[in-house]
């Protein structure tokens, strides 16, 4: 079963404009992580955020983390058409011994 | 430079065939991960090593297995009781807590 669910599942917008991303999961998590995938390729680590950690930012992205609410969000600031992209959080939940839940994924469409 | 290497990129395979696909790694990783993503259902984990000559069953193991003889090298080879088989396969690697480096990934196709 999926443990992350992404909100929205399909995100356009306008280059430079700012893209904002929300997972919810199910369970306590150790840390939880967002990662992209370009069409037909493995996929690529963007942030990891530990459950004892409210905000995390790296570059462009700024992940936000509620474990009260169970929820998380990535903010991508002045998108570029490079950023467009599958976006997906994947959770490593308590006793799951670094074992990744993925979510579906949010499709972002970044027009130039 | 370190990461994970994936081969074949595309494989096909006929009915009733087993088929391998090869996962090497050189960044001294210790647990490695095999997934199956499906159009519209993310990833969904098949098996996984977190130690040599240990693996554990995933969420969806039927019809699949693996080996882990050494550290680099966690081979999946689709057997012909999965059903299903046709998907892309993305490998990956990481060291205790950190995120996962991925492959390239392999995309197999059933003729």
């Known amino acids: 079963s999926q443990q992350g669910e992404e909100d929205p599942q399909a995100l356009s917008i306008q280059e430079g404009e700012n893209a904002t991303m929300n997972c919810s999961y199910k369970t306590s998590i150790n840390n939880l992580q967002w990662y992209r995938q370009n069409s037909g390729r493995g996929l690529v680590h963007l942030i990891l955020i530990r459950s004892n950690e409210r905000e995390k930012h790296s570059g462009r992205l700024r992940v936000t983390l509620d474990t009260s609410k169970k929820s998380s969000s990535l903010l991508i600031t002045a998108s570029r058409a490079a950023d467009t992209a599958s976006y997906f959080c994947?959770?490593?939940?308590?006793?799951?011994?670094?074992?990744?839940?993925f979510g579906k994924g949010i499709t972002l469409s970044v027009r130039p | 430079d370190g990461g994970i290497t994936q081969s074949p990129k595309y494989l096909f395979r006929k009915e009733g065939q087993n088929v391998t696909l090869s996962c090497e790694q050189n960044l001294n990783h210790d647990a490695m991960y095999w997934y199956r993503q499906d159009p519209g259902q993310g990833l969904r984990l098949i098996y996984y090593?977190?130690?040599?000559?240990?693996?554990q069953k995933g969420d969806i193991a039927e019809g699949y297995s693996v080996s882990r003889e050494k550290k680099e090298s966690f081979p999946l080879t689709v057997t012909s009781a999965q059903k299903n088989p046709t998907a892309f396969y993305l490998c990956?690697?990481?060291?205790?807590?950190?995120?996962?480096?991925f492959g390239s990934g392999t995309r197999l196709t059933v003729v």
């Open positions: 994947a959770t490593d939940a308590t006793g799951a011994n670094s074992k990744l839940t």
């Open positions: 090593s977190q130690i040599v000559n240990d693996f």
């Open positions: 990956a690697s990481t060291h205790r807590t950190g995120g996962y480096t």
